[in-house]
T-cell receptor, first 116, second 115 residues
């Protein structure tokens, strides 16, 4: 069973608009962490934002915020005021505390295209 | 400060050959993880090393092996290459292992093509 599900293969948004990228996860571990990474066409994965399962507040990092709904097991990424440079692949990932080490489990990603 | 570096950038091999990929973590980071990213998919975890010991292994065959050196750099070896091994191989470093934010910083990857 997929542990991270990203149901939107592609999303399109105009500059300066906000966009929400969906992510749902599946775990029985009460302690886990959720991450979002951006991957431009160059290939490098860029860390965007982190949400811990016990965090009371939704995480925010500049224009990025995470809409964390624990009961629904969803961790959607919200990008406010989109810019052309936001065009990239976006991955949601999870780390479970009961895993050896700190391996990340990634979803299949969502391609975001920002137009002017 | 330099980020995670990987070498080579690109590599072309033929089926049955062996390949070694290299990774240098961010200075001060003691953990290195390897991921395989097939085109159109998210990265899949292969190995994690911390303080030169293997701390995690993903669902990959024994043809895949890795090690970490005293300076925390790492090598990933793949033997008896198959066409399906063609992928972007990503290395990530983190300060340590364990729970909490402890984010992984990724290198630019090595693109391996198996013909």
């Amino acid at each position: 069973a997929q542990k991270i599900t990203q149901t939107q293969p592609g999303m399109f948004v105009q500059e300066k608009e906000a966009v929400t990228l969906d992510c749902t996860y599946d775990t029985s571990d009460p302690s886990y962490g959720l991450f979002w990474y951006k991957q431009p066409s160059s290939g490098e994965m860029i860390f965007l934002i982190y949400q811990g399962s016990y965090d009371q507040q939704n995480a925010t990092e500049g224009r990025y915020s995470l809409n964390f709904q624990k009961a629904r097991k969803s961790a959607n990424l919200v990008i406010s005021a989109s810019q052309l440079g936001d065009s990239a692949m976006y991955f949601c990932a999870m780390r479970e505390a009961n895993q050896a080490g700190t391996a990340l489990i990634f979803g299949k990603g969502t391609t975001l295209s920002v137009s002017s | 400060d330099a980020g995670v570096t990987q070498s080579p950038t690109h590599l072309i091999k033929t089926r049955g050959q062996q390949v070694t990929l290299r990774c240098s973590p961010i200075s001060g980071h003691k953990s290195v993880s390897w991921y395989q990213q097939v085109l159109g998919q998210g990265p899949q975890f292969i190995f994690q090393y911390y303080e030169k010991e293997e701390r995690g292994r993903g669902n990959f065959p024994d043809r895949f092996s890795a090690r970490q050196f005293p300076n925390y750099s790492s090598e990933l070896n793949v033997n008896a290459l198959l066409l399906g091994d063609s992928a972007l191989y990503l290395c990530a470093s983190s300060l340590s292992i364990g729970t909490g934010r402890n984010e992984q910083f990724f290198g630019p990857g090595t693109r391996l093509t198996v013909l």
